[in-house]
């Protein structure tokens, strides 16, 4: 990028114009050069006066320079005071094409109005459930309590003690069925029953035996009532 010499001796100039100084700028390689030419008859605080182009350097994109020598004289003569200064100007800035700042634009606005149909969305549904809320504030839960019982799978001489079992597809079927209707399930056990009581006589089982099998399953149901 090229430094724009003069554009930066006008600004120097005009900053330090109450001193009654002239100021000269030029550039070699990545150094600047600023001469202060102060009037014969006048005595000038150089220092202060390349404190204030310093500061006024580093607000310049400057390009390649990176230092500036100083150099202070009276006007038409030989330097009698210099200082040099490492710079630190911002970076500069990256140039973007016309057609992507278009498309960015665009698509800052499409944004927006995106953002603002969504806020929109949740602002409504907020109102809404505060609104049902506001309506029915004593909203109450019911409980309903299914039982699915055992079916016999096998038998055996003595038909009462037979092995029962329950089934998933029924469960299932239950559930389901419940669900659609706004029922949730919210617990489930499964009751047992004795099956060999033992007692010594002939008609039952004797010995040590599996003394249970599954009666029903019981599943719990709850669900809010608005009324």
Not at 8 to 19: C, L, N, T, V
Not at 41 to 48: E, M, P, Q
Not at 195 to 219: I, K, M
Request: hydrophobic residues 35%.
């Amino acid at each position: 990028m090229k430094t724009n010499l003069e554009a930066i001796r006008q600004e120097i100039q005009g900053a330090i114009a109450p001193a009654g100084v002239t100021v000269e700028v030029s550039q070699t390689g990545s150094q600047l050069t600023v001469i202060f030419n102060r009037p014969r008859d006048k005595t000038v605080d150089f220092t202060a006066l390349a404190d204030q182009t310093v500061d006024i350097l580093n607000r310049q994109p400057l390009g390649r320079i990176n230092c500036v020598k100083f150099y202070g004289r009276k006007t038409g003569g030989t330097p009698e005071w210099e200082y040099a200064e490492p710079l630190s100007p911002p970076p500069p800035q990256a140039v973007i094409p016309k057609k992507l700042q278009t498309g960015l634009s665009e698509f800052g606005q499409r944004f927006q109005f995106y953002n603002q149909t969504v806020t929109a969305a949740s602002a409504l549904a907020i109102f809404f459930m505060l609104l049902l809320g506001g309506l029915f504030p004593n909203s109450k839960w019911e409980y309903k309590t299914v039982y699915v019982r055992a079916e016999t799978v096998s038998s055996n001489a003595y038909p009462k003690f037979s092995a029962k079992e329950v089934s998933l597809v029924e469960l299932e079927s239950e559930v389901e069925k419940l669900g659609k209707q706004g029922w949730e399930l919210v617990d489930s056990f499964v009751e047992d029953e004795t099956v060999h009581p033992n007692f010594g006589n002939e008609e039952y089982v004797t010995g040590l035996q599996p003394n249970v099998r599954p009666n029903r399953v019981v599943l719990l149901f709850k669900r809010k009532t608005w009324f």
